[in-house]
C-alpha cells in the first residue's frame, strides 16, 4: 500500500501516507493514550490537584506536537500538491483548521 | 496559623475526592481515552489530515474542560483551606499550575 | 494613597494597589502598546507576514505575562482576604476570569 | 522551477499589500492599539483585577483575529506563489511561525 495514491477527490478524501510517517504518528497516539490512563490512575490514586493538572497540561503538549507533526506533513504533501493543481479551496479548508488549532 | 499542619498533609500530598466528583473526572478521562484511540483508528483508516487535526482539536478541548472542572473543585476545597488556614504558598503552587494552562 | 484600602464591597469595586506593582504593571502596558505601534510600522513598511505575524505573537506573549503577574497579585490579596473573610463568590469570579486565560 | 527568482525577493523579503487589505489590517492594530491604552486608564483608575483581566484577554484575542487575517492572505499569496513555483523552503518558514501561533 505504500506509494499507492487514492483518487485525489474520492467522495471521502483519503490520505495514503508513507509507513515510516504513519508509524511515528501512531506511535505518537499511543503514548498519548498511555498518559491518558496514567492520569485515571493518579485519580483513582487520589493524587494532588495541581499533580493531576501538570500531567494534563503534558498530555495536551504531547496532542500538540503531535498536531503539529501531522500539520507539516499536509502542507508538504496535500496542500502542495492542491496548490500546484489549481485547487484553492484547499487553504480555505486549512485556515478552518488552523483556526481550531491557534491560540 | 502558619506553621500548623492539618492531618491531611503526609509526606506526599494527598486529596480524597468525594465519590461524585471523581466518578465525574474519571468518566472524563475515559471518554478522553476514547477519542484518542478514535485518532488511532483515523490514522488507521487512512484519513483526510484535516479531518484527524479537528477531532485532535476536539480532543484538546475535553482536556481543558476536565482541567477546568479539576481546578474549580481544587480552589473550593484544598486552596480555600490553605488560605483560611495560613498556609500561603498554596497562591505559588498555582500559579505554577495555571502558568502551564493559560494561553 | 498607598496602603488605603477602598470599602471591600463598593458599588464598583475597586482595588487600590501598591505604587510599586501599578508602576511594573503600567510599564508592561506602556511596553505592549509601544510594540503595537511597531507592528503598525511593519504593516506600512510592507514587512513581510511571517515577520508580523512572529512580532504579533512577541506582543501576545508580552500580554499574557502581563496577565500573569497581575492573577498572582490578585490571588495574594483580594481572593486571600475574600476566602479569608468567608466571601465563596470570588472563586466563582475566578474561575471565570480564569476561562477566559486559559487554553 | 526549482532555483527561480521571482521579481519581488529582494535581499530583505517585502510583501506589497493591495490598499484594501492594507487598511484593514491597518484598522485592526489601530482599535488593538487603544485597546491597550485603555488597560492603561483601568489601571490608572484602580479597576478591579478581574475587569482588567477580562478585558485584557479581549485584546488577546483581537490580536488573534490580526493574525488569523493576516495569515489567510499570506497562504493565499506568498505561499501558494512560492508552491507553484516550486520554493519549498516557504512550507518550512510556516510551520515555525505556525509554531508560535498554535496551542
Redesign the interface.
Known sequence: MPGMH?GAHAS??????DEEE?RE??NR??R??GQ??G??RM????????E???Q??A??SA??S???V???????T???ED??AGR?DT?D???????????
Open positions: 487514492a471521502v478524501r483519503k490520505k495514503v501516507r504513519r504518528l501512531m497516539l499511543k498519548i493514550e491518558v490512563r492520569l485515571q485519580l483513582e490514586e487520589n493524587a494532588y490537584c495541581p493531576i493538572l501538570t494534563a497540561s498530555v495536551n496532542l500538540n503531535f498536531c503539529r501531522l500539520l507539516t506533513a499536509h502542507l508538504r496535500c496542500v502542495s496548490i500546484r484553492e487553504v479548508e486549512l485556515m478552518a483548521v488552523l483556526q481550531k488549532l491557534m491560540k
